[in-house]
């Protein structure tokens, strides 16, 4: 039976990667930190199936007996401060998470399991203000926040390990990847979820940023399987994981309002305050290698993917809104 050791194991990812190891048969280890009361709603369904370790990225030495622990064939490094938004009021806090912890686990598997394949989650966030479209694996970055230029610190010191130390160490540089488990501080889930507070008559508008932004995005449930794919390889590299399709936030507003019946522009406010200090106008992923070298491929395009996230969020919100109703009756 192999054995993978997960880190961000309640998040989006972690959650969908768990339940992909799962199926494959593998004993999963989580990753969950001491002092904390973790978040179990993503892996509610198979939390009894996790065997959680307590440690804390930012402290060696509780890496290095999750590791000792688990003893682990994969190692799937996914934890981070991964809201960009929020790195520019806490630049400190997201280097300490998202750049020096991935040293931190690095080093851990070097002293306690060096043969261990060890994947790291890097982003199209690396890429910044573009310097060619699409984005490839040998495309220069630029990245144009404190959470890009930790992402890219994590995605360097990845190399610099698997060069130095001969580790078998890839980086998935994904692109924006969602889903009804993403958190509700990103646009797709403010979006989506705004859509159905305010078809249900909880809201009456939706305020955002910039509406001509283009990102490339896709279901988190497919990304998982390229992470996974990366370590069956014979020899370690570093992936693009994208759709390669773009899209604007204006459109996926008027995918998402138009699913329930709505126009958008009846609902949106603009609000400065919801344009980043320095905006990424556009991402668009080549996963060409990916697919050749890989096998991987997509199942879950972009208006699926938006109206499976309307649909749970309308799922939720009913769900929330008869529980209040029952509580004050």
Same mark, same amino acid.
């Given at each position: 039976?192999?054995?993978?050791? =997960?880190? !961000?194991?309640? &998040?989006?990812?972690? +959650?969908?990667?768990?339940?992909?190891?799962? %199926?494959?048969?593998?004993? /999963? @280890?989580?990753?969950?930190?001491?002092?904390?009361?973790?978040?179990?709603?993503?892996?509610?369904?198979?939390?009894?199936?996790?065997?959680? =370790?307590? !440690?804390?990225? &930012?402290?060696?030495? +509780?890496?290095?007996?999750?590791?000792?622990? %688990?003893?682990?064939?994969? /190692? @799937?490094?996914?934890?981070?401060?991964?809201?960009?938004?929020?790195?520019?009021?806490?630049?400190?806090?997201?280097?300490?998470?998202?750049?020096?912890?991935?040293?931190?686990?690095?080093?851990?598997?070097?002293?306690?399991?060096?043969?261990?394949?060890?994947?790291?989650?890097?982003?199209?966030?690396?890429?910044?203000?573009?310097?060619?479209?699409?984005?490839?694996?040998?495309?220069?970055?630029?990245?144009?926040?404190?959470?890009?230029?930790?992402?890219?610190?994590?995605?360097?010191?990845?190399?610099?390990?698997?060069?130095?130390?001969?580790?078998?160490?890839?980086?998935?540089?994904?692109?924006?990847?969602?889903?009804?488990?993403?958190?509700?501080?990103?646009?797709?889930?403010?979006?989506?979820?705004?859509?159905?507070?305010?078809?249900?008559?909880?809201?009456?508008?939706?305020?955002?940023?910039?509406?001509?932004?283009?990102?490339?995005?896709?279901?988190?449930?497919?990304?998982?399987?390229?992470?996974?794919?990366m370590l069956q390889q014979n020899e370690p590299d570093d992936y693009v994981?994208?759709?390669?399709?773009?899209?604007?936030?204006?459109?996926?507003?008027?995918?998402?309002?138009?699913?329930?019946?709505?126009?958008?522009?009846?609902?949106?406010?603009?609000?400065?305050e919801f344009v980043r200090p320095a905006e990424v106008d556009l991402l668009?992923?080549?996963?060409?290698?990916?697919?050749?070298?890989?096998?991987?491929?997509?199942?879950?395009?972009?208006?699926?993917?938006?109206?499976?996230?309307?649909?749970?969020?309308?799922?939720?919100?009913?769900?929330?809104?008869?529980?209040?109703?029952?509580?004050?009756?």
């Amino acid at each position: 039976m192999k054995r993978a050791l =997960i880190t !961000g194991v309640t &998040g989006q990812d972690g +959650s969908y990667l768990a339940e992909l190891l799962l %199926s494959k048969g593998y004993k /999963v @280890y989580g990753l969950r930190r001491r002092t904390s009361t973790p978040n179990y709603e993503n892996v509610e369904h198979i939390k009894d199936q996790i065997q959680w =370790i307590s !440690g804390d990225l &930012g402290d060696l030495a +509780s890496l290095i007996e999750a590791v000792r622990i %688990s003893d682990p064939d994969e /190692v @799937y490094n996914l934890a981070a401060q991964s809201f960009v938004a929020a790195s520019w009021p806490q630049p400190i806090a997201t280097g300490q998470m998202t750049a020096l912890a991935v040293t931190n686990m690095l080093e851990a598997v070097r002293i306690m399991k060096p043969l261990a394949k060890f994947y790291q989650a890097s982003s199209s966030e690396m890429f910044g203000k573009v310097v060619e479209t699409p984005q490839k694996e040998s495309t220069p970055f630029y990245p144009r926040s404190p959470y890009g230029v930790a992402k890219l610190y994590g995605h360097w010191i990845t190399v610099n390990y698997r060069e130095s130390f001969n580790m078998f160490a890839c980086s998935g540089i994904l692109f924006n990847h969602e889903s009804p488990r993403r958190g509700l501080e990103f646009v797709t889930r403010k979006v989506t979820d705004g859509v159905a507070r305010i078809k249900l008559g909880l809201q009456s508008e939706l305020r955002m940023g910039n509406l001509d932004s283009l990102r490339d995005w896709g279901f988190a449930g497919d990304y998982v399987k390229a992470m996974w794919l990366m370590l069956q390889q014979n020899e370690p590299d570093d992936y693009v994981i994208s759709t390669g399709e773009m899209h604007s936030v204006a459109e996926l507003l008027e995918t998402a309002f138009s699913y329930v019946g709505l126009n958008y522009k009846e609902y949106i406010v603009l609000d400065p305050e919801f344009v980043r200090p320095a905006e990424v106008d556009l991402l668009l992923g080549d996963c060409t290698k990916a697919k050749e070298q890989l096998g991987w491929k997509l199942e879950v395009d972009f208006k699926q993917l938006v109206h499976m996230m309307v649909d749970e969020d309308m799922k939720r919100v009913k769900s929330e809104t008869r529980y209040y109703e029952l509580m004050r009756s």
